[in-house]
T-cell receptor
Framework: GDSVTQTEGQVTVSESKSLIINCTYS????????LFWYVRYPGEGLQLLLK?????QKGSSRGFEATYNKETTSFHLQKASVQESDSAVYYC????????????FGKGTHLHVLP | EAAVTQSPRNKVAVTGGKVTLSCNQT?????MYWYRQDTGHGLRLIHY???????EKGDIPDGYKASRPSQENFSLILELATPSQTSVYFC??????????FGSGTRLLVI
């Protein structure tokens, strides 16, 4: 079936260092999925960080970037220089336009940024 | 500003009791969803709705009911709460775009 894999449950990075959070997906549909990164800050609900609905395109927001790579079925999240305020849980997710409800989330990666 | 509001924010319930989690959205979105989020799991879909009067089973509906009396409101009902239902519950809405708007979550503890 369809799935999203985030291999790291927790990542710790020092402030101003670079970050990569890995995400790969598996999709049984012949259609390409929409890909998302959501973020959950402490005490808040999930917010959309960025989305890409076209294979090969890059999305960016708040200094974060992710490129939709259909060859490697990956959608890794990157940031060149993290800040302490980036500490949160990041969820990779996918959906298909053909199915109104079928959004599949990864297990989430908890980012700790050390001051 | 369009929003999804959940109540209560925190709830302690006794085993066997009835629990109702409420969700209100001002986005005028047709689609609404209830998820639970547990450590080591991604968000798992419990129930969803295409509009007022409709409810559909998600991936883990057992032990839960849902009610969508209006466009704005979508409730999740635990008729006989069990400790295994201790979790954080998120409501979300979705309109024409593929992305969701989430509420802040309800933390439920069943003792």
């Amino acid at each position: 079936g369809d799935s999203v894999t985030q291999t790291e449950g927790q990542v710790t990075v020092s402030e101003s260092k670079s970050l990569i959070i890995n995400c790969t997906y598996s999709a049984t549909s012949i259609a390409y999925p929409n890909l998302f990164w959501y973020v959950r800050y402490p005490g808040e609900g999930l917010q959309l960080l960025l989305k890409v609905i076209t294979a090969g395109q890059k999305g960016s927001s708040r200094g974060f970037e992710a490129t939709y790579n259909k060859e490697t079925t990956s959608f890794h999240l990157q940031k060149a220089s993290v800040q302490e305020s980036d500490s949160a849980v990041y969820y990779c997710a996918l959906s298909f336009d053909t199915n109104a409800y079928k959004v599949i989330f990864g297990k989430g990666t908890h980012l700790h940024v050390l001051p | 500003e369009a929003a999804v509001t959940q109540s209560p924010r925190n709830k302690v319930a006794v085993t066997g009791g009835k629990v109702t989690l409420s969700c209100n959205q001002t986005n005028n979105h047709n689609n609404m969803y209830w998820y639970r989020q547990d450590t080591g799991h991604g968000l798992r879909l419990i129930h969803y709705s295409y509009g007022a009067g409709s409810t559909e089973k998600g991936d883990i509906p057992d032990g839960y009911k849902a009610s969508r009396p209006s466009q704005e409101n979508f409730s999740l009902i635990l008729e006989l709460a069990t400790p295994s239902q201790t979790s954080v519950y998120f409501c979300a809405s979705r309109g024409g775009d593929p992305d969701y708007t989430f509420g802040s979550g309800t933390r439920l503890l069943v003792i």
